[in-house]
């Protein structure tokens, strides 16, 4: 059984940093793109970030430069190592795992997501 | 960047029901990149559909996918009480975005 658990989330004060963890098992980590997609209280989803099985990154422009992901496949672990946060920045973080075979990820196992709140 | 359109926001509607959910893009989706999610409060969303018309393992055949270009469609032919939820599109074809979301109720 596939399964994802995030942790790492919290409260941050506008301009701190945080980091996130996604522990996954049940699959082969090692061989798929990595993902982690937000959402606002009460909006939709967003992208933020994909690591490919490669070690090749993407970002959403929204976060690009503030926001790094990375992966330990020893540990079957992604990461997300957040800094400069902003209020918009304030979201649940899931975890998600690329079904595979396309250039662009789409997803067919998720966390259950943690909570980032970035307040003063 | 693709913009993704849902409509309508809200579909109220009856158990035993059809649902009929829209997703328009911007612009053509690539191979026909496009996926539906389901959320449920409180929980994380749950692949439903992809490459527009597969249903994802363990999905029931009540919930189908079409459409292809610009215009696509999620179908739930008879709702069950657990179907109420929001649904989401997707597309995979040029960078990823997801679109607004639909939110099925109980009339």
């Known amino acids: 059984e596939v399964q994802l658990l995030e942790s790492g989330g919290g409260l941050v004060q506008p301009g701190g940093s945080l980091s996130l963890s996604c522990a996954a098992s049940?699959?082969?980590?090692?061989?798929?793109?990595m993902n982690w997609v937000r959402q606002a209280p009460g909006k939709g989803l967003e992208w933020v970030s994909t690591?490919?099985?490669?070690?090749?990154?993407f970002y959403a422009d929204s976060v690009k430069g503030r926001f790094t992901i990375s992966r330990d496949n020893s540990k079957n672990t992604l990461y997300l190592q957040m800094s400069s946060l902003r209020a918009e920045d304030t979201a649940h973080y899931y975890c998600?795992?690329?079904?595979?075979?396309?250039?662009?990820?789409?997803?067919?196992?998720w966390g259950q997501g943690i909570l980032v709140t970035v307040s003063s | 960047e693709i913009v993704l359109t849902q409509s309508p926001g809200t579909l109220s509607l009856s158990p035993g029901e059809r649902a009929t959910l829209s997703c328009r893009a911007s612009q053509s989706v690539s191979s026909t990149y496009l996926a539906w999610y389901q959320q449920k409060p409180g929980q994380a969303p749950r692949l439903l559909i992809y490459g527009a018309s597969s249903r994802a393992t363990g999905i029931p055949d009540r919930f189908s996918g079409s459409g292809s270009g610009t215009d696509f469609t999620l179908t739930i032919t008879r709702l069950e009480p657990e179907d109420f939820a929001v649904y989401y599109c997707q597309q995979y074809g040029s960078s990823l975005t997801f679109g607004g979301g639909t939110k099925v109720e109980i009339k």
């Open positions: 690591i490919t099985s490669g070690g090749g990154t």
């Open positions: 049940g699959f082969s980590f090692r061989n798929y793109a």
């Open positions: 998600a795992k690329d079904r595979g075979g396309t250039y662009f990820p789409y997803f067919d196992y």
